[in-house]
């Protein structure tokens, strides 16, 4: 799936299934925190849309793989990976403004 995080909280997804004869619910998106699993379903078998946004909500892991699977109508299985994690990080750096006042050293010997 080709995945790209925007400014508004979401993980958009967008892909392209060619098949001849698809099946009902010919699509399957996953989650996991490592590359290996174990793998979470964002969403079950449904049908084609072309893409998804995934909301990104607290308590996500900081970085995600994503699979996609897709079936045709006599069950074959062919599935894209992401390579690298997606990070998941909507904490917003915070800004502290700091007083400097100089200071004069007398007395020094």
């Known amino acids: 799936p080709g995945v790209s995080q925007d400014g508004a909280g979401t993980i958009q997804f967008s892909w392209r299934v060619q098949e001849v004869n698809p099946a009902q619910g010919v699509v399957r998106l996953e989650s996991s925190p490592g590359a290996n699993g174990p793998w979470t379903?964002?969403?079950?078998?449904?049908?084609?849309?072309?893409?998804?946004d995934l909301p990104i909500r607290s308590g996500m892991p900081p970085s995600l793989y994503f699979r996609l699977l897709a079936r045709d109508a006599a069950g074959n299985v062919g599935m894209s990976q992401t390579i690298q994690p997606?990070?998941?990080?909507?904490?917003?750096?915070l800004e502290q403004t700091l007083r400097v006042h100089p200071s004069i050293a007398t007395g020094v010997r």
């Open 41 to 52: 379903p964002v969403f079950d078998w449904q049908n084609d849309q072309g893409g998804f």
């Open 86 to 93: 997606v990070i998941v990080d909507l904490k917003r750096p």
